[in-house]
């Protein structure tokens, strides 16, 4: 066995496959395609949609989105009604089964364009789905930040 291998999984992160990472990738891809289903797939029946964590626009409870149907509304709500989002990330840091990004999600809406800066974290399940997808972004700063596209 080399030293590589006798190391923890923690100081030997795959980066590429990591389920996290993977889930997360997928989830991405599938709201740039604006493939509803497929990302409400990606998730596993009881996750969690937390976008952004606390009360919002989307969600005035704060409670977030749990379930495929609550997943789907969320969609509907905030998703459906875009453009196009871009994800801009500038920094992955993972632990455990989760990763956190730092970095910005660009928003074109109606002519318009928002940048929601803050950690948006990822959770995979032991099947590799999304169990909970929380973003952490201030609504009054996005909403400063709307110019014309």
Known sequence: MTAAEEA???LNIDRESHPAVVA????????ESRDKQAWIDNFAPDAIVQDPVGPSMFDPEGVGFRGYDRISEFWDKSIAATESIEFRFDEEIICGNEVAYI????THI????????GVFTYHADSEGRLSALRAYW???KTINSVRKA
Do not use: N
């Open 24 to 31: 997360g990738r997928r989830s991405r891809e599938f709201v």
């Open 8 to 10: 923890p999984a923690y």
């Open 103 to 106: 970095g910005s999600i660009v």
């Open 138 to 140: 201030e609504v009054e």
């Open 110 to 117: 109606a002519g318009h364009v928002s940048e929601a800066r």
